[in-house]
């Protein structure tokens, strides 16, 4: 769930923040967000608190356009 959503609800710009997301996955093979319970969730979702993916894929694994779609 994007930030948009946790505070007024659906706008177009969280289909961009799920694809980042998505992104995030399929280069990490991890969550971006992880947290035991859904308040505590939304709370690191809001932050924007994540690993960068540079610090956890091999260095080259990537180009760094593709590295760069994840602010």
């Known amino acids: 769930m994007s930030p948009e959503c946790i505070n007024s609800?659906?706008?177009?710009?969280?289909?961009?923040w799920s694809l980042g997301v998505i992104l995030y996955q399929l280069m990490t093979l991890e969550l971006p967000f992880d947290a035991s319970n859904k308040s505590k969730l939304y709370k690191i979702i809001k932050k924007g608190e994540y690993t960068p993916v540079?610090?956890?894929?091999?260095?080259?694994?990537y180009s760094d356009e593709l590295i760069d779609l994840i602010p």
Do not use: S
């Open 9 to 16: 609800g659906y706008k177009k710009e969280a289909d961009i």
């Open 54 to 61: 540079r610090d956890i894929v091999p260095e080259g694994q």
